[in-house]
């Protein structure tokens, strides 16, 4: 199949992948809504593309840049190197970071609602199926190729000699390879569901979840550390001369050190090798990532099936047979078992991870930042629980059918998620406690567990007044977005301004209020 | 003594639109009866249901269940049970798992449940599967699921919409088995189907349903009479929906006899 007419077949594969991004926020996509949804995901991913390319571009040559304008030479050498070290990394950080969230997001999608599937009947080679399934995971990838060419001229620029430009490239395809393959594996490892109750199925459950969150969060961590990265490498570089030896071999600090070791004649050689062996190996890490993606697309996604054996029925406990607790129960499971839903109960963790840079810099201000960040998971949480929300899909019938009422649906999401958000909250509460001095610590965590529960039950009964047995999908528009905020704030900035002026004893009591007036509207839905 | 009637329409009337999925439907679920609802794609039948159920307010008309509007009593459900056309079950639980769910939000006795349970699971042949991934079963196995969460909690009613879809004949031979036995105490049981066969079958009285309207309805034999040639429910089906010389012109043409 030519290039070309592949580029063409994938749009269909895209105009499915768009439709699916659509659906899962609103129920009805009709063909003039999915026309205007491509029309706008075409602009919007050429816009984005370019944008995201720019910002890469200049992501890498930033550290640069000073010493063009004016160009200096080696005499400030430990400016030249710094400069080298920090590009190098920094270039290499954000094309894996952004490469591989972009990437994921496809070819995962591509693989759960098994796309490729209809074309397994067509006449067309598997070659060209996969050729088709490339272009579409990776076309809001391929952009970022240019961004390794534009920081090997910028090196060129600088340094005046070619072999650092090169280097400099290399390190950069590498990247975007190798997080390319990452992707593809890690769709094809979460994307596989393994059926039963044995140990193994239940391991290789709960890694497929790991995986999937720990490869998010630590996208987002990095993201959230790139402007540490800079001020870190400095530091760094005073430790790593005893170990220079060692380090200039790991990627991807072997990206900074090459650069540096180009300048000289005697460690050019080894540098080059080096960076070409890294961008082999990433060319063998895509190939075998892809490869492990297209055979999990053209073989089931459920392992372990197949293996019929007769289970005893066993009554579950009477302390158990609530409304409340059944779908209590069913979220945390479907949560541990689907990596997108388990991410969103992770959300707490990274609203912490992501004032870690800030905690790091100023350690004395951890109290204030520790508050914050307990008042900002209130809010995040609020948006897990609608996300879990959402995640029932077109399921609502088989609730309602069976006697649901709201408020146990609304109790159950807003527990599921604040009670994932407890197990984190107080144990950093006691243990800054512990740590940093006062009691407020762990009276501001189970505050904010409160706050918690309240601020996502409330925000979920107004969300959900429409819900019921024929909703397809449960939606937020924009207009709703504002009122969730604001009702957000209602129930935060009081308990906010108490915490601030007064104490958090008695703003502790303004979080119980809240939750108070959160069970009154609870027990008001039917 | 007449069965009770345990559910009621009276001239109901719903529109999409400029589409009129019910057009003036009028019927009556008995006690202890299997009513079949037979009718061409479009023709209101999953409308009908989805209104007995209250999941959907109708424009205009009278619709009772158990004495109650079911849709602005929404507690009337805790004695229907109801299998969709449509199934959309959770793909990451077990078949066990969902039953418990189920189970906790019918707030049913857990010893009686599991003993219930027991039984449907071993009758319909999914006992084997109970701790695979819903999403990972066939569509057969899939059905039963949706059959048992509909009879787990012995209902008064059964509202099934295409329920045998996905059977295979000694699995749907079963389901009939336990329909009947529900009907014979006292279960009033809503059947829509396309396969005539089944509905003759096992229905009591049957219902014809075409673009919103009831265009036949009675006993099975007393509905076969309006049949022009074979006294078949396929022939009755196709006079009654006017699609007869349609679909012989068709069968001509087919077999070259234009």
């Known amino acids: 199949m030519r290039l070309r007419e592949a580029i063409r077949l994938s749009d269909f594969l895209y105009r499915e992948l768009v439709y699916l991004r659509m659906v899962s926020t609103r129920a009805n996509v009709d063909m003039a809504r999915l026309r205007r949804g491509v029309r706008w995901a075409s602009i919007n991913y050429a816009l984005v593309s370019a944008i995201m390319t720019v910002m890469l571009a200049l992501s890498s040559i930033s550290p640069l840049l000073p010493l063009i304008w004016p160009p200096q030479d080696t005499a400030g050498g430990v400016e030249l190197v710094d400069a080298l070290r920090a590009s190098g ?23 759960e609602y098994e796309l490729l599937k209809p074309l397994m009947h067509l006449p067309l080679k598997h070659g060209d199926i996969r050729l088709l399934a490339f272009i579409t995971a990776s076309r809001e990838v391929l952009p970022f190729l240019l961004v390794p060419a534009i920081h090997g001229i910028t090196l060129m620029l600088v340094v005046g000699l070619p072999a650092p430009a090169l280097i400099g490239a290399s390190y950069g395809y590498a990247s975007i390879f190798l997080a390319l393959g990452a992707s593809f594996s890690l769709s094809a490892t979460v994307s596989r569901r393994h059926s039963g109750r044995s140990l193994r199925a239940r391991l290789a459950r709960a890694v497929s979840t790991l995986t999937f969150v720990l490869c998010m969060a630590s996208t987002f961590i990095l993201s959230q550390m790139v402007s540490l990265i800079t001020r870190l490498v400095s530091q760094i570089s005073k430790f790593i001369g005893p170990f220079s030896s060692l380090l200039w071999l790991i990627y991807p600090f072997s990206a900074a050190e090459g650069l540096i070791m180009a300048l000289s004649p005697t460690s050019l050689i080894p540098a080059s090798a080096l960076a070409a062996a890294y961008l082999l190996a990433s060319l063998l890490a895509f190939d075998r990532g892809f490869m492990r993606f297209w055979r999990g697309s053209i073989s089931p996604i459920y392992v372990g099936v197949g293996e019929a054996r007769e289970v005893r029925i066993r009554p579950p406990s009477k302390l158990t047979m609530s409304p409340c607790f059944g779908v209590l129960l069913k979220d945390l499971k479907m949560a541990y078992r689907d990596p997108r839903t388990a991410y969103m109960l992770f959300t707490p963790i990274l609203t912490f991870l992501s004032f870690l840079p800030a905690l790091i810099e100023d350690a004395k201000a951890a109290i204030m930042l520790l508050n914050t960040a307990f008042l900002a998971s ?112 209602i129930i935060v900035g009081p308990y906010a301004l108490v915490a601030l002026i007064i104490g958090p004893l008695q703003a502790s009591l303004i979080a119980i209020a809240d939750l108070g007036i959160a069970l009154i509207v609870l027990s008001t839905l039917h | 003594m007449p069965a009770e009637v345990l559910a009621r329409a009276r ?72 299998v969709p056309e449509e199934l959309a079950l959770y793909n990451s639980l077990t078949p066990k798992e969902l039953f418990d769910l189920v189970a906790r939000i019918r707030r049913l006795e857990p010893a009686a449940y599991a003993r219930r349970l027991d039984l449907l699971v071993s009758s319909l042949g999914l006992k084997d599967r109970m701790d695979d991934l819903i999403g990972s079963l066939s569509r057969g196995n899939k059905q039963k699921v949706a059959i048992i969460l509909a009879l ?66 009675g006993a099975v034999e007393d509905v076969l009479k309006l049949a022009a040639r074979e006294k078949t429910l396929e022939e009755v089906f196709l006079e009654v929906t006017g699609k007869a010389h349609e679909v012989y012109e068709v069968i001509k043409a087919l077999r070259g006899e234009a």
């Not at chain 1, 490469?99 to 995962?108: D, G, I, P, R």
């Not at chain 2, 787990?152 to 009613?157: T, W």
């Not at chain 2, 329909?179 to 096992?202: K, N, P, Q, W």
């Open chain 1, 89 to 111: 990394l920094v270039s290499t950080a954000m094309l894996f970071t952004f490469s591989f969230m972009l990437c994921a997001s496809a070819s995962w999608l591509l693989q």
């Open chain 1, 378 to 489: 209130s809010l995040m949480l609020t948006m897990a629980s609608y996300q879990l929300l959402v995640a029932e899909g077109s399921s609502f019938w088989l609730l309602f059918a069976n006697g649901i009422r709201k408020k146990d649906l609304i109790s159950a999401k807003a527990l599921a998620c604040t009670l994932s958000y407890a197990a984190l909250a107080i144990p950093i509460g006691a243990l800054a406690w512990l740590l940093l001095g006062p009691l407020d610590m762990l009276l501001n965590a189970t505050s904010s567990v409160l706050l918690s529960f309240a601020a996502s039950s409330i925000c979920l009964a107004y969300l959900a007044r429409y819900v019921g047995p024929e909703t397809k999908m449960a939606k937020m528009g924009l207009k709703d977005l504002l009122v969730i905020l604001l009702l957000w704030g």
């Open chain 2, 11 to 82: 001239d109901v009337r719903k529109s999409y639109g400029v589409v009129k999925a019910l057009d003036g439907v009028s019927l009556e679920l008995r006690e202890g009866e299997i009513l079949g609802l037979l009718g061409p794609n479009g023709s209101g039948k999953t409308t009908l249901i989805k209104i007995l159920m209250g999941f959907i307010r109708p424009d205009s008309g009278y619709v009772e269940v158990l004495g109650m509007d079911p849709y602005d009593n929404p507690d009337v459900r805790a004695r229907i049970g109801y």
């Open chain 2, 152 to 217: 787990l909690h012995e209902p008064d009613i059964l509202l099934l919409d295409e329920p045998i879809v996905g059977l295979d004949p000694a699995v749907a031979r079963i389901f009939k088995e336990l329909l009947y036995e529900m009907r014979d105490r006292g279960c009033a049981i809503m059947f829509s189907t396309h396969i005539l066969e089944v509905a003759e079958a096992i229905c009591d009285r049957i219902i014809i349903m075409h673009k919103g309207k009831v265009v036949a309805e």
